[in-house]
């Protein structure tokens, strides 16, 4: 475990002080996923029983005043629904931006290392263009893993909020 530990920290020097943002941004971004999956497979299941119940409950359901009780529901629940998801896909935007930033910081720096050896240290340069490609790949498979999982959590909302608003019927 201690190798693994020591491998990732290596890995982590190598691409550069950016490359702990687009880590720390992909959990976040997975962290969010994660709870949305959650929601929708346990909290989500209640909550739609309690506004089932309060639909149900009411006698009337073809009125005005019906019609817009019925609207309340369905905005409250697909706020639930909804939450977190524009943060995900924000999230989702942000990461081939930072790796985009790691790129430049690390062009930087083999600049600046060109600028001060006269240009002819490959060694010292093939730091810096680790530290560019490093912090882009990362960038890029942070983004590719939220596109995925944010397709996957946008589909069960919208799913979810056409069920609930086919299940508040005003058929009496």
Same mark, same amino acid.
């Given at each position: 475990?201690?190798?693994?530990?020591?491998?990732?920290?290596?890995?982590?020097?190598?691409?550069?002080?950016?490359?702990?943002?687009?880590?720390?941004?992909?959990?976040?971004?997975?962290?969010?996923?994660?709870?949305?999956?959650?929601?929708?497979?346990?909290?989500?299941?209640?909550?739609?029983?309690?506004?089932?119940?309060?639909?149900?409950?009411?006698?009337?359901?073809?009125?005005?005043?019906?019609?817009?009780?019925?609207?309340?529901?369905?905005?409250?629940?697909?706020?639930?629904?909804?939450?977190?998801?524009?943060?995900?896909?924000?999230?989702?935007?942000? *990461?081939?931006?930072?790796?985009?930033? @790691?790129? $430049?910081?690390?062009?930087?720096? +083999? #600049?600046?290392?060109?600028? !001060? =050896?006269?240009?002819?240290?490959?060694?010292?340069?093939?730091?810096?263009?680790?530290? *560019?490609?490093?912090?882009?790949?990362? @960038?890029? $498979?942070?983004?590719?893993?939220? +596109? #995925?999982?944010?397709?996957? !959590? =946008?589909?069960?909302?919208?799913?979810?909020?056409?069920?609930?608003?086919?299940?508040?019927?005003?058929?009496?």
């Amino acid at each position: 475990m201690d190798e693994v530990i020591k491998a990732l920290l290596s890995f982590m020097d190598k691409g550069g002080p950016v490359l702990w943002a687009i880590a720390a941004l992909t959990l976040i971004l997975w962290t969010l996923v994660l709870e949305r999956v959650w929601y929708y497979k346990t909290t989500f299941k209640q909550d739609k029983s309690e506004v089932l119940k309060q639909w149900e409950a009411r006698t009337e359901r073809k009125s005005w005043n019906a019609h817009q009780v019925r609207e309340k529901l369905i905005s409250r629940m697909n706020l639930k629904i909804n939450e977190h998801l524009a943060f995900i896909q924000a999230l989702v935007a942000l *990461a081939p931006l930072f790796g985009l930033l @790691g790129t $430049v910081w690390g062009m930087i720096e +083999v #600049f600046n290392i060109m600028a !001060v =050896t006269g240009g002819g240290d490959a060694k010292s340069m093939a730091g810096g263009v680790s530290k *560019a490609t490093i912090p882009t790949m990362a @960038g890029m $498979v942070a983004a590719l893993s939220g +596109v #995925f999982s944010n397709t996957y !959590v =946008t589909s069960i909302a919208s799913r979810e909020s056409e069920l609930l608003a086919d299940s508040l019927t005003t058929d009496h």
